[in-house]
């Protein structure tokens, strides 16, 4: 789910033309991103998950998927410590709540093509 405030916070910033770009890049980059993340956590690869968790917490938050930026910070802090408990149960709901972002930033794309 979008915390609206702080979605229309990044849009006042960055304007509706660079944040629709973004939005645009980020859904491209999701299914390869999943993928990747899905492999490095049945890995175990806590530097891998440190850095992609990083990332993908940092791009759910400027959307306003808070969910999704704190299990993504949850991964990144695994990854850091390299802890294995509830990695999957994180990861599961990572992707849940991820999904969740990007069907609504879809939504949301698409009222204004």
Known sequence: MIDWSAFNMYLKSFGQEMTLKLIDMFIADYP??????KMIVEARDFSQLQALAHNLKSNCALFGGTEAADCALKLE??????????????????????????????TYRSTLS
Request: aromatic share 6%; hydrophobic share 45%; proline share 0%.
């Open 32 to 37: 390869a991103n999943i993928s990747k993340l």
């Open 77 to 106: 802090m695994m990854g850091k410590e390299q802890v294995n408990d509830q990695m999957d149960e994180v990861f599961a709901r990572f992707l849940v709540a991820s999904e969740d972002l990007v069907r609504e930033l879809r």
